[in-house]
């Protein structure tokens, strides 16, 4: 893919936001932004509020409190320019069963004014000698570049994966970390959600932790690794540095 245009300075922003479902409160205080061209990994226990986060900023939740930008809009007021602008990993398991990955994209393709190149697209994310195969026959590694494929359908400036790695064998994994790469390197904008501390050390430039709705934590991987405790000098890996991090972090 060859980027026409590519935004520069802070695509995404998050101030204060805060969001409560019923009696839920999800997220208190997150507050993180997201430079043009970075990999920016979000971190945080089960239920910290990750999910909720990145969907206020692809726009499908409104908040209750706080601030969104992205690429200098409000995303729940301004649909259209988002929706265009910004790839969310779809649920892939939402697919019809029947539907063929390529009567899937090309179906998606027609919501975008310039959608993507299909064929170009099953061929980034090696699934071109896949493309007449129905979703439900799909492997767990297929499905995923097809999400992928889905969140980039609309020649994005940023796109949004959430656990884009999960339940994949270590070689599924290194190949859908090849390929986030590869999207990154297009200039694209990459927030990616994940529980892998080896998905952030390998792809990320800046990464932010979640903990019970409030961000603890935004910077490198080696500011992580300094304010733990565990490194520069020390011994720990970018797990054990996490680790710590969370088991000091202040309970509220
Ligand atoms: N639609 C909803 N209705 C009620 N509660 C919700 C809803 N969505 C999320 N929550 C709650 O909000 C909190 C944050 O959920 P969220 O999905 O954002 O967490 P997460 O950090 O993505 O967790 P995980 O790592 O398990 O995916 C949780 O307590 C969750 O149960
Ligand atoms: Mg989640």
Known sequence: MT?????????VSVSGLSKAFRNVVALEDVTLSIEAGEAFGILGPNGAGKTTTVECVAG???PDGGRVTVLGVDPAADRA???????????????????RVEEALRLFAAFY????????????????????RPFDKLSGGQKQRL?????????PDVVVFDELTTGLDPQGRRDIRQLI?????????VVLVTH?????????????IIDAGRTRFVGT?????????TGPGGHGSLEDAYLAFIEQAPAE
């Open 196 to 208: 892998y501390l080896d998905d952030v050390e390998r792809l990320c430039d800046r990464l932010a």
């Open 60 to 62: 499908t939740l409104r």
């Open 113 to 132: 004014p310039e959608p993507a190149d299909v064929p170009e697209l099953l061929r980034i994310v090696g699934l071109h000698e896949h493309r007449k």
């Open 81 to 99: 320019t988002v929706r265009g602008r910004v790839g969310y990993q779809l649920q892939a398991a939402a697919l019809p069963p029947a539907l």
């Open 181 to 189: 790469q590869r999207v990154k390197d297009d200039g694209i904008t």
């Open 221 to 229: 991987p080696a500011e992580l690794l300094a304010v733990s405790g």
């Open 3 to 11: 980027r026409a245009h590519v935004p520069a300075g802070t695509v």
């Open 147 to 155: 999400s992928i494929a889905l969140a980039l359908i609309g020649d």
